[in-house]
């Protein structure tokens, strides 16, 4: 089992940034790759972006691509998720997953392991 713990949500102004973190523990050894994912109120949850955990190959939705930034920290089993020029349209709740094998970054059946989410809300 892989264990994960999302924080670092908030409420920010349009055009803000906030940098969330997704801390791994368990078998984190079985680990392929991590993403992101959101949800908003009434929607379908949505890919946001994802990193392969060996070799840092990174991957987004066009939604978000130049706005967000994925990275990790190996030595720390964790996984982060900048987000800049923050919009409304960002507000959700975001989840980090991670699966242990490879495939399709943005099919959310296809990762493992889930964490609790966290709220970012975004005023305009």
């Known amino acids: 089992q892989v264990q994960l713990v999302e924080s670092g949500g908030g409420l920010v102004q349009a055009g803000g940034s906030l940098r969330l973190s997704c801390a791994a523990s368990?078998?984190?050894?079985?680990?392929?790759?991590m993403g992101w994912f959101r949800q908003a109120p009434g929607k379908e949850r949505e890919f946001v972006g994802g990193i392969s955990w060996s070799g840092g190959s990174t991957y987004y939705a066009d939604s978000v691509k130049g706005r967000f930034t994925i990275s990790r920290d190996n030595a720390k089993n964790t996984v982060y998720l900048q987000m800049n020029s923050l919009k409304p349209d960002d507000t959700a709740v975001y989840y980090c997953?991670?699966?242990?094998?490879?495939?399709?970054?943005?099919?959310?059946?296809?990762?493992?392991?889930w964490g609790q989410g966290t709220q970012v809300t975004v005023s305009s």
């Open positions: 368990g078998r984190t050894f079985s680990v392929y790759a």
């Open positions: 997953a991670a699966r242990r094998s490879p495939g399709d970054w943005v099919n959310a059946g296809k990762y493992d392991y």
